[in-house]
């Protein structure tokens, strides 16, 4: 079955620094990936989706990126903002859009 | 609009006792979700609804586990005979539609139910 892996450590950056953040997935390739922010006792809200065929996908600050041959994406927050610190979650997707989720990478922003 | 909503928002209970946690998703969606949090854990998805169609129960973790979602709108999810492992932070989503072969619809999160089983 499909496996999430994501860095258990915490990542700490100084503020204005990119952040990167990475996402293995063991078994097949997944139609798409989505990455989710949650911040403490709240539930997870959507950042972005790539799909399987897209190399990278932009939205504001954030990038996303989609390697088939490493099985790895990688989320990068750039000009990081201590409000940014949060823990950052990767699922992938496929059939009946049930989501196979990642245990999360606590990220914090440091000013 | 309103958000997914959950409640409760914290249910402390008794070990062999039966609990109901109820979510409410966005109005017009068609897919749910109910999933599992427990602490540093990922989301452990439990099952899912889209539609008129039959639930997926593939990630109920046992038999005691049960959900239903009543006139493709709010939804139940009960756990009979708690156990202090069933304790976690029980989370719901609803999505536009979770067709298969889909876009690939990002799911909207509740805040959650924790549930504490002592």
């Known amino acids: 079955s499909q496996k999430i892996e994501q860095n258990s450590e915490a990542l700490n950056i100084q503020e204005g620094k990119t952040a990167t953040l990475t996402c293995n997935y063991t078994?097949?390739?997944?139609?798409?990936l989505q990455w989710y922010r949650q911040d403490p006792g709240r539930g997870p809200v959507f950042l972005l989706l790539?799909?399987?065929?897209?190399k990278e996908k932009r939205k504001e600050r954030l990038k996303v990126t989609f390697d088939t041959t490493l099985k790895q994406s990688l989320f990068h927050i750039t000009a990081s903002q201590p409000a940014d610190s949060a823990t950052y979650l990767c699922?992938?997707?496929?059939?009946?859009?049930?989501?196979?989720f990642g245990a999360g990478t606590i990220l914090r922003v440091k000013s | 609009g309103a958000g997914v909503s959950q409640s409760p928002s914290n249910k402390v209970t008794e070990k062999g006792k039966d609990v109901e946690l109820r979510c409410d998703p966005i109005s017009g969606h068609t897919a749910l979700y109910w999933y599992r949090q427990s602490l540093g854990q990922g989301l452990e998805f439990l099952i899912y609804?889209?539609?008129?169609?039959?639930?997926?129960k593939s990630g109920l973790p046992s038999d005691r586990f049960s959900a239903e979602r009543t006139g493709g709108s709010v939804s139940t999810l009960t756990i009979q005979r708690t156990q202090q492992e069933d304790s976690a932070v029980y989370l719901c989503a609803s999505s536009l539609d979770g067709l298969a072969g889909g876009p690939g619809r990002e799911q909207y999160f509740g805040p959650g139910t924790r549930l504490t089983v002592t």
């Open positions: 790539i799909r399987e065929n897209e």
């Open positions: 078994n097949y390739s997944p139609a798409y």
């Open positions: 699922a992938s997707g496929g059939y009946g859009n049930k989501l196979v």
């Open positions: 609804f889209q539609g008129n169609s039959a639930p997926d």
